[in-house]
């Protein structure tokens, strides 16, 4: 239900307001506390029915997108991607910069003109340029400003009665996930963490931690379902379709075996479509929050998304279900997970 | 006895439970108490009234990670630590219910991908290999312990060698100091474990007592450090300067002592220090090193003279007025 509307914000990392404000005021009714602190994480408490624990859930509201760095006298837009992007994704793509979403199309030099050893290359981020149609450097700077930031102009569609596509499927069906389990009183004192600058290093999360102090945290995320043509079903991180992706490990946290195998076995109890993620790369809030502090207990469930970090991802409300189905689970059970 | 057990003990990074048991054997009677935390650091905590200082040794070894099971009952991995790829080949690996495996590839040009390498466990199919492991399953290299003409060769000296020099100073230490023995977790994959314990023990001194490269094998890169020449007092790794103070005191106390010593300086590398001395405030923060050859093989070698340098330097460390 939140989630077309949340998947069509620009917020790429470090502007993440608008996502913000909108989560707030969906949510305002279940919050006991809410903070917006330094960074621009959104921190919504839920009071438990004990306040004997602390329990955090995170995802993160930002997303991967550029930020405009210069404008040449022609009245082209040089920028800079924010978080990790392939280039090759990106090139004659629409986008929307800054705050007035000026529609501008990421430019290259047309096929025509390239040269034949060109055509085998991957272009440098530096050849490329967002075109908004102006004609020179003075119209440019009439509808953008050196450090507005530029998004994927994509829009939300249901694909299948399952399958959706949009952008920011990373982690926005995080954030949409967090907004449900919030109405739900918990049984401890619950963070609700809608972090921010995750892109670009888990910044919002190490902050937040050291705010909330949780005795026990949980990632929401979206990550790589790498099941398309050509990978060999060998190097499949995880399958869309196959439920809740709980990682063992990636490569900035070792979950708990304890820990996650509990996730698989509750998972298996309820009832609930789940896999293991079973590749140890990227990495996620838990990567900051699990260091913090004296050491905090921590896991990742993840949605499963092909073309993740693109103008257009594809995940499955099925899988969307599960992973909320076994973070619920995983709040009302939380006693067995200590 | 003590060290053939740990080193041979099952322990990578993230999986310290069996390690972490044997290692509390040995500390529980010597200690104040004993706990272990989120991240499965085990700290051993001797209490006293002068200094805190927190000696830190990682408890975890490098290994592998099942990522996949195939049809024919393959196993397919992920690295965990730093590997060396063109190393693996027919090497063993351990996994903690016991089973074995043999790691192969499937390129014949031998260009040392792991992508195209696999476990192979003797299962017939899929399904024997899923009663057999997991994916998500860890597995250490096989590397037996061998003690002769005063040189240990093991797998995992890096770094049960210090979680050794850590039990033996604990063993015989007479200190008012405030001193908490970490068996830090994690250090293989980022010096995590350290990061949480020395936040939570919030020491005012600490020393990574860890294994360092030697320079003395045959056409190897040029370094100031020999097997069987002493302790290694750290004067920086990659993650690390060590703090003056800490590093002169060893220095001193080495010389009045006539414990064999020669400084470090390891370019290939991190250790524990590197978390330990930017937590919190900052931590002056030392290293004292075993030098040990074939760092993260199956068959490591150590100097048994120089471990009893190590035990003596620190000892006298923590005996010390800082």
Known sequence: MFLKKLCEFDCVSGNEKAVRDYIRNEIYQYADEIV???????????????????????????????????????????FKTVG?????????????????????VIGIKAIHLLEKSERNEVPKIKSLYIDIGASS?????????????????TEYEDLTDDLIKAKAIDDRAGCAILMELIKEKPKYDTYFCFSAQEEVGLRGAKIAVNR???????????TTSSDVAPSEEKDYVIRLGNGAAVSFADGATIASEEFYKKLLSVAEEEGIKAQTKAAITGGNDAGAIHLAQGGIKCATISVPCRYIHSPAGIASKADIDSVKQLAGAFLRRIDEFY | ??????????????????????????????????????????????????????????????????????????????????????????????????????????????????????????????????????????????????????????????NRAGCYILIKVLEQIKSENDIYFCFTSQEEVGLRGAKAAAYSVNPEYALAVDVTDTGDTPNCPKMAVNLGGGAAVKVMDRSVITNPDVRIKLIELAKKNNIPYQLEIMTDGGTDAGAIHTSREGVKTGGVSVPTRYIHSPSEMVSKKDLEACIKLIKAFCESNL
């Open chain 2, 1 to 158: 006895m003590m060290l053939e057990r740990l080193t041979q003990s099952f322990g990578p990074s993230g999986r310290e439970k069996e390690i972490t048991q044997v290692i509390s054997e040995y500390v529980t009677p010597f200690s104040d108490e004993v706990y272990t935390d989120a991240l499965g650091n085990l700290i051993a905590h001797k209490k006293g009234n002068g200094k805190k200082i927190m000696l830190a040794a990682h408890m975890d070894e490098i290994g592998v990670a099942v990522t996949y099971i195939d049809e024919k009952g393959f196993l397919r991995f992920s690295k965990i630590g730093g590997l060396y790829q063109r190393r693996l080949l027919n090497r063993r690996v351990r996994f903690s219910n016991g089973f074995t495996g043999v790691i192969d590839t499937e390129e014949n040009n031998k260009d040392y991908n792991i992508q195209k390498m696999y476990i192979d466990i003797g299962a017939t199919d899929r399904e024997q290999a899923e009663k057999m492991v997991s994916v998500g399953d860890m597995a250490v290299f096989e590397g037996e312990y061998k003690e002769e003409y005063g040189v240990i060769i093991s797998k995992a000296l890096d």
């Open chain 1, 137 to 153: 450097k003075e119209e440019a700077e009439k509808y953008v400003e050196l450090g507005d930031y530029a998004a994927f102009d």
């Open chain 1, 36 to 78: 917006i602190d330094s960074i621009g994480n959104l921190i919504v408490k839920r009071t438990g029915v004990s306040s004997k624990k602390t329990v955090m859930l995170d995802a993160h509201t930002d997303e991967v997108g550029f930020i405009i760095s210069g404008i040449t006298d022609k009245g082209f837009l040089e």
């Open chain 1, 212 to 222: 909330i102090k949780p005795d026990i945290a949980l990632a929401i995320e979206a």
């Open chain 1, 84 to 104: 990790g992007i392939d280039t090759r994704v990106i090139i004659s793509k629409r986008v929307r910069v800054g705050k007035n979403k000026i529609p501008g």
